[in-house]
């Protein structure tokens, strides 16, 4: 009796253990899934977010300046400006410093992300 009831400690712990494991196993799944999918946004609280899934469509205005990525140069270094562009290349370097090259059009231009959640 003795060495069944050590054997059912065993099972239950051994099933503990994988339920552990398991649980683990999905909050890291999650968490690396939140870091790819981005922010849950809509026309109506976009602003609120620096990126997001949205199609751009034009039915709300913004006080947003764009600038054309043909149209950068020196003098606007140190300033904040708005491009719109696709990521034609990243390239990640050490663990919070993400380099991408944007591309519109034709034109290129190089753009540093850092922060503590680069992929």
Known sequence: ARKEEKKKAKEE???KKEEEKKRKEDER???QN???TGPSCTLHNFMEHNFANLFIQSETKTDRKWTN???LNASMKDQQIWVRARVHNSRKQGNKL???TLRQDVATVQAVAFGQ???
């Open 13 to 15: 712990e051994k099933r």
């Open 29 to 31: 799944v999650a968490a």
């Open 34 to 36: 939140a870091k790819t």
């Open 69 to 71: 990525v043909s149209e």
């Open 98 to 100: 993400c380099f991408l």
């Open 117 to 119: 959640e680069i992929a």
